[in-house]
T-cell receptor, first 113, second 114 residues
Framework: AQSVTQPDIHITVSEGASLELRCNYSYGATPYLFWYVQSPGQGLQLLLKYFSGDTLVQGIKGFEAEFKRSQSSFNLRKPSVHWSDAAEYFCAVGGSGTYKYIFGTGTRLKVLA | DADVTQTPRNRITKTGKRIMLECSQTKGHDRMYWYRQDPGLGLRLIYYSFDVKDINKGEISDGYSVSRQAQAKFSLSLESAIPNQTALYFC?????????????FGQGTRLTVV
């Protein structure tokens, strides 16, 4: 079955510290992977996506993610977190076979001043 | 104006009432989706539609129905609302002409059933 696991429900980091949010997926075919961010009271905004090619993808707001097929992972990273990055982050998987998007349970990021 | 617009943004309704959530889009996309977001559960798919005549159940369709009135409009109905349908509801769209595209989301409708 297709699924996405985000093992960390909450993460707290200090402003300026590095960040890594974990995402593991289960998908029978080649996965198409996404990271979205949801700020309080807002909809979901796409940060980045991976379909093929270079396994390190760059996104908006200084985020990047690395696809590791051997680990079925697509972790999101940022070298230096800003207070405005406090939000909830969702990993999602989709594919041409299903044309649906399956989301993880989300990781809520808190940033300490 | 937003590309994907949901109305209303907030709604409080009573148990047993019928309620409709509406979604309209100006992106020209053929695919539309309704998701429900609950704390700790992420987003779960309720219904999805690949065109006006193609509507499919998602993983949690019980208690919900949908109508695709036009390519640009996709509404979600709760025939008899119950408290555990209190949640944040999102409409999304995607374009089948673009391979591997992402979904585009509305701002959400916060529904409270009392």
């Amino acid at each position: 079955a297709q699924s996405v696991t985000q093992p960390d429900i909450h993460i707290t980091v200090s402003e300026g510290a590095s960040l890594e949010l974990r995402c593991n997926y289960s998908y029978g075919a080649t996965p198409y992977l996404f990271w979205y961010v949801q700020s309080p009271g807002q909809g979901l905004q796409l940060l980045l996506k991976y379909f093929s090619g270079d396994t390190l993808v760059q996104g908006i707001k200084g985020f990047e993610a690395e696809f590791k097929r051997s680990q079925s992972s697509f972790n999101l990273r940022k070298p230096s977190v800003h207070w405005s990055d406090a939000a909830e982050y969702f990993c999602a998987v989709g594919g041409s076979g299903t044309y649906k998007y399956i989301f993880g349970t989300g990781t809520r990021l808190k940033v300490l001043a | 104006d937003a590309d994907v617009t949901q109305t209303p943004r907030n709604r409080i309704t009573k148990t047993g009432k019928r309620i409709m959530l509406e979604c309209s889009q100006t992106k020209g996309h053929d695919r539309m989706y309704w998701y429900r977001q609950d704390p700790g559960l992420g987003l779960r798919l309720i219904y999805y539609s690949f065109d006006v005549k193609d509507i499919n159940k998602g993983e949690i369709s019980d208690g919900y129905s949908v109508s695709r009135q036009a390519q640009a409009k996709f509404s979600l109905s709760l025939e008899s609302a119950i408290p555990n349908q209190t949640a944040l509801y999102f409409c999304a769209t995607s374009d089948s002409d673009i391979p591997n595209t992402e979904a585009f989301f509305g701002q959400g409708t916060r529904l409270t059933v009392v």
